[in-house]
C-alpha cells in the first residue's frame, strides 16, 4: 500500500507513481493548488486508489489495469480554479466508481470514465 498526504503551499505539485503488483492501493490527500497526479496500477490483482484533492486547477489521471475488479474513490474539492480528472479502468471483471466534486469555475470542470 502506498499512502501519501501531501501539503502545499505554493508552485506545482506533480505525482507521478506506477505500481506493478498482484494488488496495489493508493491512498493520497492533497490540499493546494495546481496538482497534477498521475497514477498507473497495473498487475494481477485487484488495485484501489482513494484520493482527496483540496484547491484549485487539480489535473488527475487515474490507470487501473488486471484481470481482477479496481476501485476507485476520488473527491475533488475547489473554490474557483477547475479541475480535470480521468479515470481508466479495465479487467476481466467488475470495476467501481465513487465520488465526484465541487466544481465553481465558470468554464466549467470536466470528468472522463472509461471502463
Not at 503488483?21 to 498521475?38: P, W
Amino acid at each position: 500500500m502506498l499512502l501519501l498526504t501531501l501539503r502545499k503551499v505554493s508552485s506545482i505539485l506533480l505525482v507521478c507513481c506506477l505500481q506493478i503488483a498482484n494488488a496495489d492501493t493508493v491512498i493520497i490527500g492533497v490540499d493546494g493548488a495546481n496538482n497534477i497526479l498521475n497514477i498507473t496500477q497495473s498487475g494481477a490483482g485487484s488495485h484501489s486508489v482513494d484520493v482527496n484533492l483540496y484547491g484549485n486547477d487539480h489535473t488527475a489521471e487515474f490507470n487501473q489495469q488486471g484481470d481482477y475488479g479496481h476501485d476507485a474513490t476520488v473527491d475533488l474539492y475547489n473554490d474557483g480554479g477547475a479541475w480535470n480528472f480521468t479515470l481508466n479502468q479495465t479487467g476481466a471483471t467488475a470495476d467501481t466508481y465513487t465520488g465526484g466534486g465541487t466544481c465553481y469555475a465558470a468554464a466549467g470542470c470536466s470528468a472522463t470514465i472509461n471502463r
